[in-house]
Nanobody, 125 residues
Framework: QVQLVESGGGLVQAGGSLRLSCAASERTFRNYAMGWFRQAPGKEREFVAAISRGGSTTDYADSVKGRFTISRDNAKNTMYLQMNNLKPEDTAVYYC??????????????????WGQGTQVTVSS
């Protein structure tokens, strides 16, 4: 499977913005459905957003809909998560995930075979 590296995390005040990036090692990045998940301390990993191979289909968790935007640039083998109007409850480690066999999008972590190492996002109140 593909190797993934996240970047762009950091500390931001509530109401601020961050853009996460997920760089993939594969030239066939366009053949992978992608997703973002997050895990806060003491909580289970949860779905954030997903995007289909070509980018035409996206899906968002209700908690981030209207604030976060997922996108991808297949020419650069990179996926993005633009996060606006951040809230303290968005604080978590954010992981990108990929799967070559997945069509469309999925909210299930088990459907993704490759994961990045995670990037910390901390939102102060």
């Amino acid at each position: 499977q593909v190797q993934l590296v996240e970047s762009g995390g950091g500390l931001v005040q509530a109401g601020g913005s961050l853009r996460l990036s997920c760089a993939a090692s594969e030239r066939t990045f366009r053949n992978y459905a992608m997703g973002w998940f997050r895990q806060a301390p003491g909580k289970e990993r949860e779905f954030v957003a997903a995007i289909s191979r070509g980018g035409s289909t996206t899906d968002y968790a209700d908690s981030v809909k209207g604030r976060f935007t997922i996108s991808r640039d297949n020419a650069k083998n990179t996926m993005y998560l633009q996060m606006n109007n951040l809230k303290p409850e968005d604080t978590a480690v954010y992981y990108c995930a990929a799967d070559r066999g997945l069509w469309g999008t999925s909210r299930k972590g088990a459907d993704f075979g490759s994961w990045g190492q995670g990037t910390q996002v901390t939102v102060s109140s």
